[in-house]
């Protein structure tokens, strides 16, 4: 199965070229097209705010649910097509769109922008799966391996996050990126933070520069939602609390719907050895090996932020998104040619099954004896031996 | 009419809220709309306001300028860039400027007409209330920094920025001892002379007056600076003026044996168009951090250090993630000055690149 030759150190040299080759050819044709792209998107948002919150404050009762995909529509495109791909920086090359640039770009999610991306786009995506490095190993407590250290906790994590947490994935970044989480596991876990990813404080602010960063993400989200826009119905002889309701769904389902797609994107075995990030061609393998894309069309890609194509955007995280089914016929010939692992789930629904009962599995204190899978790049390293 | 009530409405915001609320509110509502409606709070730029403009001397006029949110608070002695697009052609001419006052909300410059120069032509033909300009954030590292004795020696519009160190002092409990020595033309052409006068009761400010040509100066600064100030090698001293008076006061300082690290000087050297070969660049290399608004140098022995790697040797930050340029998490765009490596268009990847160039300035 294995290519003999593939964990020489010449072979990886030539993963790693042939993948540069891929970002070089697209990073050239960069140019107007993404501009367009990125704007028709914030135009269609825009659209469905207004038809949203249009149809919400208009219609009498139960009815001003109509309204409420519609806001869905808007609150989604802003979070991940929008927020999260802006925030990589893959349209801070462009002049005249500063609203798009990564550091000037304000979120319409709950979540701290220059923590966002200190976490995510600099430790997730360089460290991803590797253990007690990779935050998104457990967004809060999951124990999505057997390294983890198993605590009573870990029996109920999967209703506690599909009832609980899930619903409030956005609000729950920043406790990831700016420290909250590690001071809960150390109140209540035995062993607090082992197994687990802690804050790196990079920007070494203090607690309260942190909390402060914390509150104001989410009073900006809740001001609108659940202060401005149902106070205008108020004032205008609508109903607040219709409105107010109404604004709460629709957060609710971009919050589930967006933590389905992201947890759906890696598959959190095997563990990535640290110190793939030394060869950038291994480091490239390691991407591939923890990735993993589920299929569908353009427009549904755009609905989850292109994260579907989580493998492309792993290898070329400031590309920008509407590129990656593109590079993704790129990437494929290349991981044939080398036998490399490129990973797909048939649809979103297996994803998601397939991640549950992961959840599942690793809930119980047994798997604690089941062997590691070995990533790829160990597999290499023993075989060539 | 609705630009009056902006006028009006303008200093009370940032006294009111304040410039960290207005950034978190203006930020967080930017649209094409309220950039419309107010481009001067609903903006990605730092823009400042002409609030007041005050007639000093025959040819020098103080502006009072109202910064919006994305102004840093200032130190006193600190300068800002002033960016005027004056002949409309697309490359717009920057000039820097020392802060000769620094209030609660509001920071002045003031201006000497240069018959020759671009930018102060062109503010005092033009710049009047209710202008506003695109500034920077202050900058600069002639600042004080709690020494116990010092003294000032500033010629011309050198004064501003001792001025705007001086004036500081008036507000502190713990006064430094301060001897200031000013040296301009005429009565008539000095700057602040009414301000310096009232304090002058004190006997710490010097203002002296000389018609002399530029080669009587020469003979004519030592003997009187050791005069006035026995204890001048005890004092830390702060030197800014134009260049010759500059360069006299230096040769007499290391004349007699004065310890030329206690001394600032202030350069307002212009940013300089570099040419040099981009593979060959070996100098020192001055760095500009935008955002930040962190300058710092580059040694010329650490050339062969990413930009990301001698920042850290500055004890500077980036945001960053793998060291290799693949994550992109370090990306940030370059202003002006050159870089060697991974680039995109005006994006650098400093984990990646190496400074080409004397002067970087980075966003």
């Known amino acids: ?385 | 009419m609705l630009n009056n009530m902006k006028n009006t409405l303008h200093p009370w915001v940032i006294k009111k809220i304040g410039r960290d609320w207005l950034e978190y509110v203006a930020s967080n509502t930017m649209n094409v709309a309220t950039e419309a409606f107010d481009p001067f709070i609903w903006t990605y730029d730092c823009k400042a306001k002409i609030v007041e403009v005050r007639q000093e001397t025959a040819d020098t006029k103080t502006f009072v300028l109202l910064p919006n949110q994305h102004f840093k608070q200032p130190l006193p002695g600190q300068h800002i860039e002033l960016t005027v697009d004056i002949d409309n052609t697309g490359t717009p001419v920057a000039r820097c400027y020392t802060l000769s006052e620094i209030q609660q909300d509001t920071v002045s410059i003031t201006v000497k007409q240069n018959p020759d120069g671009k930018m102060s032509n062109w503010l005092h033909k033009y710049g009047r209330e209710g202008m506003i300009l695109d500034i920077s954030s202050p900058r600069g590292q002639f600042v004080y920094r709690d020494q116990e004795k010092i003294l000032f020696i500033s010629a011309g519009s050198g004064i501003t920025p001792c001025y705007s160190i001086y004036k500081a002092f008036e507000t502190q409990i713990n006064q430094p001892d301060v001897a200031f020595y000013y040296r301009s033309r005429t009565p008539d052409e000095t700057i602040f002379r009414q301000q310096l006068e009232q304090t002058k009761n004190d006997n710490s400010v010097d203002i002296s007056y000389s018609r002399h040509s530029e080669e009587e100066k020469t003979s004519y600064l030592p003997s009187q600076l050791i005069e006035a100030y026995p204890d001048i090698k005890e004092r830390h001293i702060y030197l800014c003026g134009p260049e010759p008076f500059k360069n006299d006061v230096l040769s007499y300082l290391d004349d007699i044996g004065y310890d030329l690290n206690n001394l600032e000087v202030e350069h307002f050297a212009p940013l300089q168009a570099t040419s040099q070969s981009v593979d060959s660049f070996t100098g020192e290399v001055s760095v500009l951090l935008k955002s930040k608004n962190i300058r710092f140098v580059i040694d010329a022995k650490d050339n062969d250090k990413t930009l990301l790697e001698a920042a850290e040797a500055n004890g500077v930050q980036f945001e960053h993630g793998c060291r290799s340029g693949m994550c992109g998490t370090c990306r940030t765009n370059l202003v002006s000055g050159e870089v060697n490596g991974q680039q995109l268009g005006k994006s650098i990847y400093p984990c990646a690149t190496y400074p080409a160039s004397a002067e970087l300035v980075i966003e």
């Open chain 1, 1 to 385: 199965m294995s290519h003999s030759s593939t964990s020489s150190e010449q072979n990886y040299d030539e993963i790693h070229q042939a993948f540069e080759d891929i970002k070089t050819k697209h990073r050239d044709d960069l140019g107007e097209k993404d501009i367009r792209y990125i704007k028709k998107i914030r135009r269609y948002s825009r659209i469905f705010e207004v038809i949203g919150r249009g149809l919400i404050w208009i219609m009498p009762g139960p009815l001003a649910l109509i309204g409420v995909p519609f806001l869905f529509l808007h609150r989604n495109l802003e979070a991940i097509e929008i927020g999260h791909n802006v925030l990589h920086g893959q349209y801070d090359s462009f002049e005249g769109i500063p609203q798009f640039h990564s550091k000037k770009f304000r979120w319409k999610a709950p979540i701290d922008e220059a923590a966002w991306r200190q976490e995510h786009n600099g430790i997730h995506h360089v460290h991803t799966n590797v253990y007690e490095k990779d935050p998104d190993l457990n967004h809060g407590f999951l124990r999505t391996n057997a390294q983890v250290p198993h605590n009573k906790w870990h029996y109920f994590q999967v209703p506690i996050y599909l009832f609980f947490v899930y619903p409030a994935m956005l609000y729950n970044f920043n406790a990831q990126n700016l420290g909250a989480n590690d001071k809960f596991r150390e109140r209540r876990f035995p062993l607090g933070n082992k197994g687990y990813a802690t804050f790196e404080n990079t920007e070494e602010l203090t607690e309260d520069a942190a909390k402060k960063r914390h509150q104001r993400a989410v009073w900006r989200v809740w001001a609108k939602e659940y202060g401005v826009f149902p106070l205008l119905a108020l004032l205008t002889g609508s109903g607040f609390f219709k409105v107010f309701l109404a604004n709460m769904l629709a957060d609710v389902l971009n919050n589930y719907w967006i933590a389905l797609t992201i947890q759906a994107t890696h598959l959190t075995e095997p563990l990535q050895p640290e110190d793939a990030l030394k060869s950038k061609g291994k480091w490239y393998v390691s991407q591939l090996d923890s990735s993993v894309n589920f299929k569908g069309t353009r427009k549904q890609s755009i609905l989850w932020g292109h994260l579907n194509y989580q493998v492309e955007h792993h290898l070329y995280p400031d590309l920008p998104s509407h590129r990656y089914p593109d590079i993704a016929i790129e990437v494929q010939e290349v991981c044939k040619k080398y036998n490399l692992p490129y990973k797909t789930n048939k649809n979103w629904w297996q994803a998601i099954s397939n991640y549950i009962g992961l959840l599942w599995r690793f809930s119980f204190k047994r798997s604690a004896s089941v062997p590691l899978e070995p990533s790829f790049l160990e597999k290499e390293a023993s075989n060539a031996k």
